[in-house]
């Protein structure tokens, strides 16, 4: 069975940091891009970041600079490192395979609270 | 940035009716949209691919079509379990981006 497992998230205050973990299984992860996509409360879906390979990665203009995507192959592991978070990098984030770019399976996610 | 804006925002219908869900692209993405169907406490699930190619498991009822910039998503037979918030998203260009949504209420 393809599964996705997200963890890692919790609560953080302004400025903190906190690094997302997601286990991959059931498929053979090194020949898949990845994502991280995220949910704010009572919100739609935003896409945060990609990864392909160590180089070949991507980001949303809202977290270039403060998140950083990467995954080790070996592990069958993707991550998140996430610094500088503010209020609005509260969300929900879901770890997704990418199939020709489509997001075709999703983890079940991981809860991100920035507050004081 | 390809923006996707779909409406209605709200659907609310019987079960046994058909659901027309539309997505209105900024510019062109050719063929190159999904559909994502969200239930209330889950996670997002793949349904249509390619604008019109169901995904794995995806039951025959659901049906995608449109190209460019106009693209359509439709329930025939609504289910009660068909109850959701349903995204498009493109692959055209980056940032790969989703639609508002539209949630769907069965009556």
């Known amino acids: 069975e393809v599964q996705l497992v997200e963890s890692g998230g919790g609560l953080v205050q302004p400025g903190g940091s906190l690094r997302l973990s997601c286990a991959a299984s059931g498929f053979t992860f090194n020949t898949y891009g990845m994502n991280w996509v995220r949910q704010a409360p009572g919100k739609g879906l935003e896409w945060v970041s990609y990864?392909?390979?160590?180089?070949?990665?991507a980001y949303a203009d809202s977290v270039r600079g403060r998140f950083t995507i990467s995954r080790d192959d070996a592990k069958n592991s993707l991550y998140l490192q996430m610094n500088s978070l503010r209020a609005e990098d509260t969300a929900v984030y879901y770890c997704?395979?990418?199939?020709?770019?489509?997001?075709?399976?999703w983890g079940k996610g991981t809860t991100v609270t920035v507050s004081s | 940035e390809i923006v996707l804006t779909q409406f209605p925002a709200t659907l609310s219908l019987s079960p046994g009716e058909r659901a027309t869900l539309s997505c209105r692209a900024s510019?062109?993405?050719?063929?190159?949209l999904a559909w994502h169907q969200q239930k209330p406490g889950q996670a997002p699930r793949l349904l249509i691919y390619?604008?019109?190619n169901r995904a794995t498991g995806v039951p025959a009822r659901f049906s995608g079509s449109g190209s460019g910039t106009d693209f359509t998503l439709t329930i025939s037979g609504l289910e009660p379990e068909d109850s959701a918030v349903y995204y498009c998203?493109?692959?055209?260009?980056?940032?790969?981006?989703f639609g508002g949504g539209t949630k769907v209420e069965i009556k």
């Open positions: 998203q493109q692959r055209s260009n980056w940032p790969l981006t």
């Open positions: 510019q062109s993405v050719s063929s190159d």
């Open positions: 990864a392909r390979d160590g180089r070949n990665t």
């Open positions: 997704v395979r990418n199939t020709r770019y489509y997001m075709d399976v």
């Open positions: 390619d604008a019109s």
